[in-house]
């Protein structure tokens, strides 16, 4: 599953017009991995490359093809791009080359240490066009080829040199016959025609079903295709046998590539792959100048609107918690009235917005620059407003969010924020070296710990799910740090289902809300994990019991008081205090999605909303 763009290749015996048209029509297939740019390179009769790219959505690819749609190209290779290094510009764009333009490169993912791998490359005197970490692989490749001639070596090297989660086609030009093929923790799909005259290469399988008869995926390989032969070897340069299976064909019902019903669900299932992209995405330089301007600001205030202002609230938690700074969190929607009569020189905001062009947003920080304050953004999309009017800026790497109900973005600017902080602590000391160290160990563990959740928990959701989808009210409630959850599991179900979900402050359904709690109201409950607030938490669910309350509770595996108490228990893996928020929306986001299942609404486009929000 690809989520930082897509890539495609294509190599046959023949050199044919045909092969340009049907490189054309793998790459709209994966027009919804991206839209800062698309682009793609190919070499003709003449051995020469011809080169296409552009700084925008694939719907506009077709404006700068000209003649090259009539030529015969083979091998080609392609990208749709979404960006995570380097701003959507020309130079940015991929196919990406090396020094001398004769190779060229397409890449998905992030590679790890970007600015160290290139700082190595240009003491060697390698020459980069680009911001864009692809570019890494076409002058490695070059040195490597430069050091020793064996391709096989030269591309076995440069994968065991760049580390991360990625895959990437190489076409050279001392090598027209190939396309090179590097895959480290992330997916590639290679397919062939039944006749075995040529092989077609992508992100996703859907990109390249027209064509093939069979394909295998890889997940960490290099390869090198030829028309007629493929040949794949392990990191360690061990061959690998190849397991082809046969092409079939998804149920209408499964419109989403990926064989999803819809982008939410797809979205949900890939966060465990997007967090795993998201933990190299950003650069330590950044996070030190952003963690320096934290630690000399006068006052702070983190901003957001809907799920953003919900990360907010969490990162405002866990900056006072972790590293003793009390930040002010405020709805950017309300910013402008409430504190920016307060905003002086010396103040920083830490901006959160997912598109990075909300009016909200975009306004907030508009006049908090007036007034002197420095801007911290914290952004899925380069190229957007809110980058731009940044003084820093973290983007958060999740890949393209089709879905207005935010899932794994929201994991996204949690994690953002969490490496902030862990940064932030780690400069002033209020942590030990050997507590941030441990942390940032936990943190790493999160992409399988997520995985495992979404596997265990999604048959009991289903289940609760079908209990409540003809409920038209339910509470979600929590404590500490997993309060900022239940509003974001509560905004999650008005969203998706249309069911007037409200987030309450556990002890604060004593002071009124209990009221209306009668015979069959739902109250969804995230236990938090302290001892104490857990025991009150387990006191308050009797007392909602008793009045008549279907209780729902979200748990930890050793938690065995909650299945005493309710006959609705869902429970996630147990993990250290701080990171239980991520682990504990997921199941709120999948009880969402199938409450909208069953009542049948539009759940990528709930009605009246944007994925951003204009006035």
Known sequence: MALLGGIIGLISKMQQ????????????????????????????????????KIPREFSKFSEILGDLMELELNPIIGEIRFATHGRPSLENTPPLS??????????????????????????????FDSRNDAELIAHTFEEELQNNRDPEKALLNTANHLNGSYAGLIISKAHPDSIFLIVNNSKIYIGREKEKSAYY???????ISNYISEYLSLDKAVAIITASKLKVKSLDGKKQDLSFQSI???????????????????????????????????????????????????????????????????????????????????????????????VTPGTVIIALSQSGKSTDIIRAISKAKMYGASIIGILNQLGSPLMYASNLYLPIGVGLEHAVPATKSFLG????????????????????????????????????????????????????????????????????????????????????????????????????????????????????????????????????????ADVVIITDVEDMIADKLSENVIKVPKISKLFTPFLN???????????????????????????????
């Open 17 to 52: 017009k045909d092969n340009i048209k049907k490189a054309i029509e793998m790459l709209s297939k994966l027009s919804h991995l991206g839209y800062d740019g698309t682009g793609l390179a190919a070499i003709d009769k003449q051995m020469e490359f011809k080169v296409r």
């Open 98 to 127: 090396d020094c001398k333009e004769t190779i060229y490169v397409v890449m998905e993912g992030v590679i790890r240490e970007y600015v160290s791998k290139k700082e190595d490359l240009l003491k060697k005197h390698h020459i």
């Open 201 to 207: 290469i992508a992100s996703e399988v859907e990109a």
């Open 248 to 342: 079939t064909i998804l149920p209408s019902k499964y419109t989403i590539p990926g064989g999803y019903r819809f982008f939410m669900e797809r979205e949900i299932y890939e966060s465990p792959l997007a967090l795993k992209k998201a933990m190299i995405v950003h650069q330590e330089q950044y996070l030190e100048l952003i963690s320096r301007m934290i630690l000399g600001a006068e006052k702070i205030y983190l901003i957001g609107a809907g799920t953003s202002y919900h990360a907010a609230l969490l990162g405002g938690y866990i900056l006072r918690e972790l590293a003793g700074i009390s930040a002010n969190v405020i709805d950017s929607t309300e910013f402008p009235y409430y504190a920016l009569k307060d």
């Open 413 to 548: 600017q949690l994690l953002a924020l969490y490496k902030i902080t862990f940064k932030t602590a780690e400069m002033n000391a209020k942590v030990s070296k050997e507590e941030i160290d441990k942390l940032w160990s936990i943190m790493h563990t999160l992409p399988s710990l997520i995985d495992e959740t979404i596997s265990t928990v999604s048959e009991t959701v289903k289940k609760i799910a079908n209990k409540l989808y003809e409920k038209n009210s339910m509470y979600v409630s929590s404590r500490g740090l997993n309060f900022p959850i239940a509003l974001e599991g509560a905004l999650k179900i008005k969203e998706v289902s249309y069911i007037h979900a409200e987030g309450v402050e556990a002890g604060m359904l004593r002071h009124g809300p209990k009221a209306v709690i009668d015979n069959g109201f739902p109250v969804i409950t995230i236990m938090p994990y302290e001892r104490d607030a857990r025991e009150d938490t387990y006191s308050l669910i009797r007392e909602v019991k008793d009045l008549g």
């Open 585 to 615: 929306v997921i199941p709120l986001q999948l009880l969402a999605f199938h409450l909208g299942m069953l009542r049948k609404t539009p759940i990528d486009a709930p009605r009246g909303l944007l994925k951003y929000v204009v006035l």
